[in-house]
């Protein structure tokens, strides 16, 4: 059984960080891209941030460059999102999601929330 499950979101203020995981299991976590999404309401999903299957090489959206990184543990099938310098602009629900070839699964997502 395939499962993604995404923790970590919570409230947070301007300025601050978090740390975002997502445990894999059920599929060859080693041979898949993994994504990290966020909607946030009245907005459509948009890619935050993307890593290789090997985590040699990662993309990520501009308005998230240089505050964020996307790592991955593929002994212990995780993919993280650091998240520093937060902005009231990244509150969103953030999910993650792994593909390869035609086949994509998804997790719950998370809350991340940025407010005074």
């Known amino acids: 059984q395939v499962q993604l499950v995404e923790s970590g979101g919570g409230l947070v203020q301007p300025g601050g960080s978090l740390r975002l995981s997502c445990a894999a299991s059920g599929f060859n976590f080693g041979a898949y891209v993994m994504d990290w999404y966020r909607q946030a309401p009245g907005k459509a999903r948009e890619l935050v941030a993307s890593?290789?299957?090997?985590?040699?090489?990662?993309n990520y959206a501009d308005s998230v460059k240089g505050r964020f990184t996307i790592s991955r543990d593929n002994l212990k099938y995780m993919v993280y999102l650091q998240m520093n310098s937060l902005k009231p602009d990244d509150t969103a629900v953030y999910s993650c999601?792994?593909?390869?070839?035609?086949?994509?699964?998804w997790g719950q997502g998370t809350q991340v929330t940025v407010s005074s």
């Open positions: 890593i290789s299957p090997a985590g040699s090489s990662a």
């Open positions: 999601n792994a593909w390869f070839q035609t086949d994509s699964y």
